[in-house]
């Protein structure tokens, strides 16, 4: 670790220690089931459900206390798990972990130092030596050195690096809400719709009727997508007309069947299909439907739905994605079909209303949207902090003193950042 090239010189006022001069291995026994078991990740500690109780020892004096502001060190298949206690309660882990004491360290920036520096600090000579079959070496582990900025200092940067964590956090739990609401509107809008009043119908105040889809509005028709849609499958993409990045000459997206980034494969110099389309991934993950508003190309057996008149592709998406399971009875490599998904009944409402539905449910996800591209910025600028700060190369530690300038510091790193 000494050499490792983030330390070529040494933040004035941080020391070389060897891990075993600020951590001491404790071994205190559960003894009963009032603690709640946690896995270790390598990312830090997460709960499980009551099923986890399983994979603990039955006798329970055999799992260790896993207490706040204790680090538990164990291998995974892949890699080696860290885990540090910054919670406000006492936890018990299995037997297999190894589980330490800080000595008068902050518990807060121990954490971040292990998620940053996972992959030294000795953890690849641990994973080396699991996947060679032998014991893991834990004497010679904490003789291992690390770079430890005084504690003041730790303290400050746990701060910093927690503000952003707290963010994240509140940016999930925004993105988690709006997704359930649009999930609890999907149920109503798809089956039910919305009059012209803007009002989710009933059957006290609106005609139903009985349809192969259960009951519908009686505005609504059901078809088969094969009756609407020209539906084809995606080919390949000449290596000539292609390229990774969008330019003046290769414009045209092609799209696979991948959901990573909604698919998109690369860029051509020609397309296959006009706008308003609707592509579904045909192998990997079956069935999913995506909106196209632009022209495109298709490939690797992606399904290319054509509309045969004007409809609203994201009304009829959302459906697809929602309503439609589609069953794969091939015994070989599962793949959907041109014919099998034509056969695939679905409602379809008056235009306008379809319109209505789709701008409603695009709003919800325009704003989840814009709250994930939020959360990536604050990931961006957690892993600079992290890199900035672990490694010392921007110091915080007289900032401590002065809050003044600590408080105009602060401002530059969230500049153009929201606070949630």
């Not at 503000?163 to 809008?189: F, H, P, S, V």
Request: hydrophobic share 35%.
């Amino acid at each position: 670790m000494s050499g490792d090239k983030e330390f070529k010189d040494l933040p004035e006022g941080w020391k070389w220690v060897r891990l075993g001069e600020v951590i001491e291995e404790v071994n205190e026994k559960v003894g009963k089931k009032d603690l709640e078991p946690v896995a270790i990740g390598v990312n830090g500690v997460k709960k499980r459900s009551e099923i986890y109780y399983k994979d603990l020892a039955e006798d329970y004096s055999k799992n260790k206390v896993f207490k706040t502001n204790n680090i538990a060190f164990g291998l995974g298949s892949n890699e080696m798990a860290i885990g540090v206690n910054i919670f406000k309660k006492d936890y018990c882990v299995s037997p297999a972990y190894k589980v330490f004491e800080l000595k008068e360290q902050n518990a807060l920036y121990f954490h971040y130092f292990f998620d940053f520096f996972k992959k030294v600090v000795g953890v690849n000579f641990l994973i080396l030596s699991a996947r060679q079959g032998k014991s893991v070496d834990f004497e010679k582990f904490v003789k291992e050195y690390i770079p430890l900025p005084p504690l003041p200092e730790q303290q400050k940067i746990a701060e910093i690096l927690e503000t952003i964590d707290n963010a994240i956090e509140k940016t999930d739990k925004i993105i988690e809400k709006y997704k359930r609401i649009k999930q609890g509107l999907m149920q109503d809008l798809l089956t039910k719709g919305i009059d012209e009043n803007g009002n989710i119908r009933n059957e006290k105040t609106h005609k139903f009727k009985d349809s192969p889809l259960g009951r519908i509005p009686e505005e609504w028709e059901v078809v088969r997508l094969g009756e609407i849609f020209n539906i084809k499958a995606g080919g390949d993409i000449d290596k000539l007309s292609y390229c990774d990045i969008k330019d003046k000459r290769f414009q045209y997206p092609i799209f696979s069947n991948t959901l990573e980034n909604k698919g998109l494969y690369g860029y051509s110099d020609k397309f296959t299909y006009p706008e308003n389309c609707i592509t579904i991934t045909g192998r990997g993950t079956l069935g999913h439907a995506i909106p196209r508003f632009e022209k495109f190309n298709a490939i690797i057996r992606v399904l290319v739905l054509i509309p045969k008149f004007e409809m609203n592709i994201v009304f009829i998406s959302e459906y697809i994605n929602n309503k439609i399971n589609f069953i794969i009875e091939s015994t070989g490599v599962p793949q959907l079909t041109a014919p099998k998904v034509a056969e695939y009944y679905i409602p379809l409402p008056p235009l306008p209303e379809q319109q209505r539905i789709a701008e409603i449910l695009s709003q919800i996800d325009q704003t989840i949207e814009k709250e994930q591209q939020y959360k990536e910025k604050l990931q961006k600028i957690k892993q600079g902090l992290m890199q900035d700060l672990l490694t010392g190369k921007v110091r915080v530690n007289k900032l401590v003193e002065e809050e003044e300038k600590w408080t105009e510091i602060y401002k530059q790193f969230y500049k153009n950042v929201k606070i949630i």
